[in-house]
């Protein structure tokens, strides 16, 4: 979908609010659309390491709703909990997906710091670029062709959180319903 959006619809990011009197929606179809085709790379290739990476600690229906979630989720954090005047790409959801699937590959890894190491190293490197995201400036905006909105980085990494915790519990709530 993205790939068709930057072929049809290239304008949409700058134009669609024109278009659209909802921002929700204009957030939500803004998401498969991108500054240009490093920016849609760049997302892609966050989307193959995330659909990748993940893939043997989540089922294929835990990672379907992770994507319909994730796009509305973001749409609705940066229409209503910290709005901006424009968006376009697939970085907040790709932070919502990240977060939710890290947490439940931590949930689902064995208990020893010798085997799940790489997955705290991957949570303390997202903490660690959040923070940076907070405090700094348009240092990497000239890399995709715009600014780059930090705001969908941390809703989306939020909304990953709330989902990966929902996730775990609902697997602890399961776990202690079955009968021994």
């Known amino acids: 979908m993205a790939i068709s959006g930057q072929l049809f619809a290239p304008d949409f990011a700058q134009q669609g609010l024109d278009l659209i009197d909802s921002f929700f929606i204009y957030a939500l179809l803004a998401q498969f659309t991108h500054l240009g085709w490093v920016h849609l790379g760049l997302n892609l290739a966050g989307l193959a390491i995330v659909t990748w990476g993940f893939s043997s600690l989540r089922s294929q229906g ?9 796009v509305v989720w973001v749409a609705f954090y940066l229409a209503q909990v910290e709005p901006i005047d424009w968006y376009c790409g697939l970085s907040g959801a790709l932070h919502f997906q990240f977060t939710a699937c890290l947490l439940l590959a931590l949930h689902r890894s064995p208990n020893t710091l010798r085997q799940s190491w790489p997955l705290w190293v991957l949570g303390a490197g997202l903490m660690i670029k959040l923070i940076l995201e907070w405090n700094s400036g348009p240092t990497t905006d000239s890399l ?9 980085h941390r809703g989306g990494a939020l909304g990953g ?10 697997s602890i ?3 202690s319903k079955q009968v021994p």
């Open 161 to 170: 959180t709330l989902l990966g915790l929902f996730m775990i519990g609902q």
């Open 173 to 175: 709530w399961m776990k």
């Open 62 to 70: 835990e990672w379907l709703w992770m994507q319909l979630l994730s």
């Open 144 to 152: 995709v062709g715009g600014p780059i909105a930090f705001e969908a």
